[in-house]
């Protein structure tokens, strides 16, 4: 059984969106996937990629991957058996459930589903 199925997210932090807009746009001339800066993030498309960049002024952010799984608790168990160490419980996105943790080297990774959209039911 693969436990990641795909690349969800990449994670980037900024203290500045509105400068990260004008060079990830205007510099880069990537799109825009969303825009929620009045919650601190917004997203930029990579080609036809459904993973983003996405950046955040968030205060913990940190550069983070995020891997696509089918279901986050069986994931989030499965590793825990391996011996994996979480930062958290498992948590509620917009999307579904995420959770995250460090590889041996402090590279942080996390782990989402899509379990409250059409696609993850």
Known sequence: MQLIVDYDNFFLPADNLDKAKEFYQKKLGLETKFDFSDKGMTAFKVG???PAIILSN?????????FKVDRVLDAYHTLMQKGVT???EPFEIMTGLAVEFNDPFGNKLGLTDYSKTPEGK
């Open 48 to 50: 036809d990629n459904e």
């Open 58 to 66: 968030m205060p913990q952010a940190t550069p983070t991957i995020w």
């Open 86 to 88: 979480f930062l958290s």
